[in-house]
């Protein structure tokens, strides 16, 4: 099986991601994400609700995002990267919610309800590339194939949630995370791969061309899952957090449209109806206060088990193609995909004047480092098509740096940069495209850019 056979039916599929969890607020992100054990402001419905009882005033919050994608392809025979690197920019919403505490509630014990809308997933992507390959023989034959892919979109969720206080040392909380086309019209993807080839007996008859474009929309997406989130403080140091996603299942609407402009001139509709089963997700983490109350250290630990990622297409015309990974669209059996485990560490320094009584003004430093797979299927091709994949996941790591003030006990504003990185990734980027090489790869760089504020009534 040829590269470019295989790059003629990726053309018609989509290039294959994986989904990375966005993350919210820029204090939380500034840390590296190490918040579950924290979890004291407006984002705590995103981290882990259980921290909501901390939060003592009614507050609104607001967070912006700016994000930098880019894609380079590693050394590989036949793809020609045009230019090198691809980038994509965008910038968004990140997080919005009111927090609003409730101060009489049986035994005294706290109780806060807050609604949020959160950006979940992002998958906005882009690549330009071509494939050149020339076929030994007597008569030697190039053929020269370039995409052109456009990926654009995303979801976000509605999240009412509440916290109560069990004890003194312990509070509980839950989030229903309600993503509804109707309730907000963002939540869907495009998709657009359009491609030209050329086919070429060297030294021989003038070549043939083709082209063609493909656009898939994915619309009407709906799903409910739940965040279940616990926090607990045995002593004025110390604080243990733990939360729970619940897996889900989701259904979206597709709409392909294939057009084939050369050699000849063809148009097909296709109307389909998926169903995406989610994985669910564990983390814990653990936070120590300093004596002096300046600086804090937060540890996080996350697991998800990818294998339970799905898609379920009922109008597929062959068993194997019914429930395949949506990771690189390769039937299940063929995709295994092991299970992530990402850690993150974070650290938050207060500068207090410990001269003044009051601290009109209250600045704050922060770091983190994390360790945060994506899942993959670690696949292999072969003269005889893909192999099946030993499930590995692919390694990224990161940064993150951030700052913030407090203004005189009503405004908060923080800013946080982050920074991920893989290198030798996505090799699953055309998997199932039968693309006879084994060391495609990319390196992958990520830029993230947040902007916090905070209105405390």
Known sequence: ?????????????IINSSPSPVGSGARALGMGGAFIAIADDATSASWNPGGLTQLERPELSLVYSWKSFGEEFASTYHLEPDGGMFDVDMDDINYFSYVYPIKRTFAGRNFVLSLNYQKKFDFDRSLDLRAREISPGITPIETVFDIKYRQDGGL???????????TDQLSMGIAMNIFDSDLLPGNEWKIRNEY???FNVLGGASP?????????????YEATNFTIGALYKPNDRWSIGAVYHTAYTAEVDNRQIKRTYFPIQRIAVKNSHFKYEWPEALGIGAAYRFPNDKLTLSLDVTWRPWDDFVKTDNHATSAGRKRVSPITGLPKSQSPHDDTWTVRLGGEY?????????????YALRAGLFYDP?????????FFGTLKGNGEPDDYYGFAIGGGVLIKSRVNIDAAYQYRFGN???RDTFAGAGVFETNFSEDV???????STVIYF
Do not use: C
């Open 1 to 13: 099986m040829t590269l470019i056979a295989g790059l003629a039916a990726s053309a018609q599929d």
């Open 156 to 166: 976000s969720s509605l999240s009412p949630a509440f916290g109560f206080e069990i």
């Open 196 to 198: 030209r080839s050329r």
């Open 208 to 220: 043939i061309y083709g082209a063609g474009r493909t656009d898939d929309d994915f619309t009407n």
């Open 350 to 362: 207060v500068f207090v004047d410990e001269t003044k009584p009051r601290q009109d003004y209250l």
């Open 374 to 382: 994506e899942p993959a299927s670690g696949r292999k091709d072969s």
């Open 424 to 426: 030798g990734v996505r």
């Open 445 to 451: 760089q990520q830029h993230y850019f947040y902007l």
